[in-house]
């Protein structure tokens, strides 16, 4: 069992930063990729980027390349989504998942299928 809880989302404006935390709790990490995705009401969860926690293997979607950047503190159990240079585009609900993996490469694990844990959500909201 996993526990995910994110916090740090809230209002910026266009061109601004914003630092996601996602805090886990629970049993062994090391099989574990954390990934956040965002959802719009109505549509399906979009992936944003995932991190393997044993390595530290990243990957991004192409929409956030070079403006958001995906890590992780092992001393706290806690990953973390940095968003740079923000624009209306990035207004979701942000939820960080996790899932066990064996041995899939991290491209593949790229849609909310297959992740078991997630967290409540964090609003991040843009304005212009």
């Known amino acids: 069992q996993v526990t995910l809880v994110e916090s740090g989302g809230g209002l910026v404006q266009a061109g601004g930063s914003l630092r996601l935390s996602c805090a886990a709790s629970?049993?062994?990490?090391?099989?574990?990729?954390m990934a956040w995705f965002r959802q719009t009401p109505g549509k399906e969860r979009e992936f944003v980027a995932a991190?393997?926690?044993?390595?530290?293997?990243?990957y991004a979607a192409d929409s956030v390349k070079g403006r958001f950047t995906i890590s992780k503190d092992n001393a706290n159990n806690t990953m973390y989504l940095q968003m740079n240079n923000v624009n209306d585009e990035d207004t979701d609900e942000y939820y960080c998942?996790?899932?066990?993996?064996?041995?899939?490469?991290?491209?593949?694990?790229?849609?909310?299928?297959?992740?078991?844990?997630w967290g409540q959500g964090t609003q991040v909201t843009v304005s212009s």
């Open positions: 629970g049993r062994t990490f090391s099989r574990l990729v």
């Open positions: 998942g996790a899932r066990y993996y064996s041995g899939q490469p991290i491209v593949a694990l790229t849609t909310e299928e297959g992740y078991t844990y």
């Open positions: 991190i393997r926690w044993r390595d530290d293997i990243t």
